[in-house]
Each structure stands twice: as structure tokens, then as C-alpha cells.
């Protein structure tokens, strides 16, 4: 039978049924494993290679995402593993100019040190012909502009031109769209944000259909090390029950902070993927199942966000996204080429009425 969200969270990756054992088993704190010293290792020797805490973990994310996964330390893990397992001196891969800072940093630094040539692409476009490519990342909806690119139409430029298709799906979840079925050759995302939820950790997962790329990525993981650890891989897998209740309160509360910011004369450039206004909702609402929690706006000033926080009793001030509690990020603060007023808004999981009441006082209060 094929379930709906709701249901899928809650049983993704759960053993079978067994008499006296639990539903979601405990993590597995090991490094080796006894051995057997004439046969060898058997299915399991050391736990940088096999772990159960985290194969189970990732056959969660893979029944989500729709294709086996690899988890790994954080996000940043996973996708410059997946770069570096599959780019070599001498190729030119295409990055989201508009993405998560940190892989413009490492694309600049150790890829461009190692032979490996980047182009900076617009998420919302024009895309370039993406001739001569090995790999093209999108990250849809963009972090932290939310501007959205059309998955299938660049996979199918991509495949056209000989080069994979990558997508970032932090923002999004598996339960926002699946890329791999939108003909993505590998999804990759930070596990820290929505798919987890609780600020409590940090995870990175690549998932592919693509064997031989899902085999070499694993190689690259095996000799490397960036595994994450038992505990987090547990307390991600049971955060993950959870996440279509998340999800769902996080965007009714996006939907109603979007309207009451569009409404404002006293705040511009509202971004939210699901406004019918915003740029981005015709592609999104073609793509994706599900609107994330996250809405971009500019309050002009620095001091202005200084003091809508302040004033805020449940908006915290902290980076990141997609977690229970609200937050908010003003990015320029970091270095990102965003205005000194502009605000990351993360929806957390609190009722709606308050958060809107709060949300209306501070904005108030700060003018
Ligand atoms: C946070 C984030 C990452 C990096 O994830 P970490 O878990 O912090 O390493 C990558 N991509 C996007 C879109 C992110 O938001």
C-alpha cells in the first residue's frame, strides 16, 4: 500500500514488528564490533563503515526522498562529499549564486585549489548552457532568498548536456518535493533544519538512485570519516516521526506571517514561496507538495531588527531554520551580501494566533 505524509513519517525506516522489541530501536553505541578473528568481520567490523543507529536512519531519509541514502555529519558534509567524490581537476561545476554561503566559500577555496572551476547561477535564473558541465547544484527554495528553480526543466537541460543534476533539498524536506523523482540525479540536504527539527543537532544526507554514484560517494564517505555519530542518528530518526505535523503547523504559520507582512507598509521585500504574488509561486506550486515555514523580509535597518527582537517574546535570534521554535536570522550580520534590515523568518510550531499577536506588537514597538 503507498500512505500519505503523516503516515510515512511516522513508520519511515522502523524495523519489522518483533515481539518484545521496540518499535523504534535504542542507538548502538559502538566503534568495532566482536569479530570473528579466523572469518573476518562478517556484516559488521567498524562503525565509520557499518552502523546500524544509522542504517536505519537512512532508510528513513531513502523511503522519503525516494532513493537509497548516505547520512553524514551535517549538511556540509554531505554535499562537499558529494563534490568531491564526483568532480575532478579540470571540470566546471554550476553552484547556486544565491545558496548556502558556505558552499560558494568551499567551491572558492579547496575546489578551485584542486582544479575544479565554479559558475555562480541565479536560482530564479537565466541558466546558462550548461555545456561542458560534470555537475549542476540548484538549492530550491533558495537559503535565504527563496527564489525557486524548475527542477524538471534543468534536470532535463542538464541530462541534455551531459551533466548530473544535483538538488539541495534543505528548505524544501522530502516531504516538500522529491527531486529524484523530478529526475535529479542526487538530492543533497542539511538534516539539522526541518527534516530534524528541534535545534539539536547537526546531520547532512546525499541520496541517489544512481548506484554507481550512490557507490563512490559511500567510498568517499569510508575513507574520509564524516560519519555522524550514534545518538544523533537516533534522536534524527525519532524527531522524523514527527515531521508532517511539523511541517504542517510551521507553514500555516508562514502563510498567516506572509499575509500579515504583505499588509504592512512598514516592511518590504516579503518573500514566501506560497504568497500567489511571490515571484516564485508558479514554480513552486507546480513542484512541491508543501510551502516550508521560512519567510524572507527586509526591516530596513540593523538596529530596527535589533529592536523587533528584543521585543519579540517568541521569535529567537539565532541562525539556522525549519525548527519547533521561531526564529530569526538577520543574515548580514554573518557577511551574506543581504541589506543590513533583511530577516530570515523561521515559522516554528507554536499556535498561530500568538505568534501572529507577537510578531504584530514587536513589529509595532520597533518602528
Ligand atoms: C544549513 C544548510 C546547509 C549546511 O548544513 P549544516 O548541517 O549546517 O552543515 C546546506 N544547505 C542549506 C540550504 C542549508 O540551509
Request: charged fraction near 20%.
Amino acid at each position: 500500500m503507498t500512505f500519505l505524509d503523516g503516515t510515512r513519517s511516522v513508520h519511515a525506516g522502523l524495523p519489522a514488528p518483533a515481539v518484545g522489541e521496540p518499535f523504534l530501536p535504542g542507538p548502538v553505541f559502538a566503534a568495532p564490533y566482536h569479530l570473528d578473528p579466523v572469518t573476518g568481520p562478517g556484516e559488521r567490523g567498524y562503525a565509520r563503515t557499518e552502523q546500524p543507529t544509522r542504517e536505519a536512519l537512512e532508510a528513513a531519509i531513502g523511503e522519503l526522498e525516494g532513493g537509497p541514502a548516505l547520512a553524514f555529519a551535517s549538511g556540509q558534509a554531505a554535499i562537499t562529499a558529494m563534490l568531491l567524490a564526483l568532480v575532478k581537476a579540470g571540470d566546471t561545476v554550476a553552484l547556486p549564486g544565491d545558496g548556502y554561503f558556505a558552499v560558494r566559500a568551499f567551491a572558492r577555496g579547496a575546489l578551485a585549489d584542486l582544479g575544479v572551476a565554479s559558475v555562480l547561477v541565479p536560482t530564479a535564473g537565466p541558466y546558462p548552457d550548461f555545456t561542458g558541465l560534470r555537475l549542476v547544484l540548484l538549492e530550491t527554495p533558495a537559503n535565504p532568498g527563496l527564489d525557486v528553480a524548475d527542477i524538471a526543466a534543468l534536470a532535463d537541460a542538464a541530462h541534455a548536456a551531459g551533466a548530473l543534476l544535483a538538488v539541495d533539498n534543505t528548505a524544501a524536506t522530502p516531504l516538500g518535493q522529491n527531486p529524484l523523482a523530478l529526475g535529479a540525479d542526487l538530492v543533497v540536504a542539511s538534516g539539522t533544519k526541518g527534516l530534524t527539527g528541534h535545534s539539536d543537532l547537526l546531520l547532512g544526507y546525499v541520496a541517489t538512485r544512481d548506484a554507481e554514484l550512490l557507490g563512490k560517494i559511500e567510498s568517499w564517505r569510508k575513507l574520509t570519516g564524516g560519519v555522524p555519530g550514534a545518538f544523533d542518528c537516533w534522536l534524527a530518526h525519532r524527531s522524523m516521526a514527527t515531521m508532517d505535523l511539523r511541517l504542517a503547523r510551521q507553514t500555516q504559520n508562514a502563510a498567516a506571517i506572509a499575509e500579515l507582512l504583505t499588509g504592512r507598509s512598514d516592511v518590504t521585500g516579503v518573500r514566501w514561496p506560497g504568497l500567489p504574488s511571490d515571484p516564485s509561486y508558479p514554480v513552486a506550486s507546480k513542484q512541491m507538495r508543501r510551502i516550508p515555514g521560512i519567510v524572507a523580509f527586509d526591516l530596513g535597518s540593523a538596529e530596527r531588527v535589533g529592536r523587533f527582537l528584543e521585543t519579540a517574546e517568541l521569535v529567537f535570534a539565532a541562525t539556522s531554520f525549519g525548527g519547533v521554535h521561531t526564529t530569526a536570522d538577520r543574515r548580514a550580520q554573518f557577511g551574506d551580501d543581504t541589506s543590513p534590515g533583511f530577516v530570515r523568518f523561521s515559522c516554528g510550531i507554536e499556535d498561530t494566533a500568538d505568534l501572529i499577536a507577537d510578531v504584530t506588537r514587536a513589529l509595532d514597538a520597533s518602528r
